[in-house]
């Protein structure tokens, strides 16, 4: 059973409000990851983290941050929410130890933003 | 560059029989894995079942099982016996030990009574 949390599960929000996605997990994976999907859609890399003080850009573009100052958590913040953020953003981790082509992902449940 | 190609948006299959759900991949490497993930109206990415770039024999978990044919780079997601619940977003998934795993556009199965 993975163990790992995202809150809020549902936020909406007003433009241009700053906002932090929370994600935590207690497996002590090195690797984390945060997904955009728009509903009905795949899912596209916006952030990765290899470990502590480690953090990279997906493929795709966001104005999103992150930061991993703990193993456990990478929050991901929006300085200034537009209704173009909204869509779901899912939170997932991995253990490097079982192989660099096994990676299964563990994913957090999402949370839903809506920018109005 | 790594790409994975799921060709039908929507599937429907009748309770209690089989569905296949297709799923091919383009990669340059040698060493990569397959994945297929169930994501319910809920919105949570449930793991199903892993392929392994050397695994010889097909993978299966349950009622699911993964067709592998590597020569035609496919990797096929086998449900036998449907179940009301199997009702879902199913997606394909390709890691080769680089980053993060890349998705397919998914395929929307819906299982009728």
């Known amino acids: 059973e993975a163990d790992i949390y995202q809150t809020p599960r549902y936020l909406v929000i007003g433009t241009g409000k700053k906002i932090t996605l929370e994600c935590s997990q207690t497996?002590?994976?090195?690797?984390m990851y945060w997904y955009q999907q728009d509903p009905g859609m795949e899912l596209h890399l916006i952030h990765y983290?290899?470990?502590?003080?480690?953090?990279e850009k997906g493929d795709l573009s966001s104005e999103s941050t992150v930061s991993r100052i703990r193993t456990e958590h990478f929050p991901l913040t929006l300085e200034s929410a537009r209704p173009s953020h909204t869509s779901q953003y899912l939170c997932?981790?991995?253990?490097?130890?079982?192989?660099?082509?096994?990676?299964?992902?563990?994913f957090g449940p999402g949370t839903r933003l809506t920018v109005l | 560059a790594q790409k994975i190609t799921q060709t039908q948006p929507g599937m429907f299959v009748q309770e209690k029989e089989a569905v296949t759900l297709d799923c091919t991949y383009d990669?340059?490497?040698?060493?990569?894995?397959l994945f297929w993930y169930k994501q319910p109206s809920s919105g949570e990415m449930i793991f199903l079942i892993y392929?392994?770039?050397?695994?010889?024999q097909n993978a299966t978990e349950g009622r699911y099982s993964l067709n592998f044919q590597k020569a035609r780079k496919s990797a096929n997601l086998v449900i036998s016996a449907s179940q009301l619940g199997d009702s879902a977003m199913y997606f394909c998934?390709?890691?080769?030990?680089?980053?993060?795993?890349?998705f397919g556009s998914g395929t929307r199965l819906q299982v009728q009574p």
């Open positions: 497996m002590g994976h090195d690797k």
């Open positions: 983290s290899y470990g502590v003080n480690s953090t």
């Open positions: 392929q392994g770039s050397y695994d010889e």
């Open positions: 990669t340059s490497d040698q060493s990569y894995g």
């Open positions: 997932a981790s991995s253990d490097p130890g079982q192989g660099a082509s096994y990676n299964e992902q563990f």
């Open positions: 998934a390709m890691n080769t030990g680089r980053r993060a795993l890349t």
